[in-house]
């Protein structure tokens, strides 16, 4: 759809530049500055479209929450275990 607004843009630059009136050049770039504008416009959000995350792929409360709590279990299982009783330092 953007590449409508680039063909729409040189079109009427086209005609503007055979334009014999002034006031049909001057209609005929503003329509080639709107459409080179809309163009560069659907080029980005094309762009921001197929950069975007998958919408089912985000998560729930509570599947985010067993995680977390996963995650917390890990890390106390992980501090008891670096807490051995015979890692006691002598001073």
């Given at each position: 759809?953007?590449?409508?607004?680039?063909?729409?843009?040189v079109a009427a630059?086209?005609?503007?530049?055979?334009?014999?009136?002034?006031?049909?050049?001057?209609?005929?770039?503003?329509?080639?500055?709107?459409?080179?504008?809309?163009?560069?416009?659907?080029?980005?959000?094309?762009?921001?479209?197929?950069?975007?995350?998958?919408?089912?792929?985000?998560?729930?409360?509570?599947?985010?929450?067993?995680?977390?709590?996963?995650?917390?279990?890990?890390?106390?299982?992980?501090?008891?275990?670096?807490?051995?009783?015979?890692?006691?330092?002598?001073?």
């Amino acid at each position: 759809m953007p590449w409508l607004f680039l063909l729409l843009a040189v079109a009427a630059f086209a005609v503007a530049l055979n334009a014999s009136s002034m006031a049909l050049a001057v209609i005929c770039l503003l329509v080639a500055l709107a459409g080179t504008v809309a163009w560069v416009l659907g080029l980005l959000a094309q762009r921001v479209g197929n950069q975007s995350r998958d919408d089912s792929m985000m998560l729930d409360p509570m599947e985010l929450k067993r995680l977390r709590d996963e995650a917390e279990a890990r890390r106390a299982a992980a501090a008891v275990t670096d807490t051995a009783p015979g890692d006691t330092a002598r001073g």
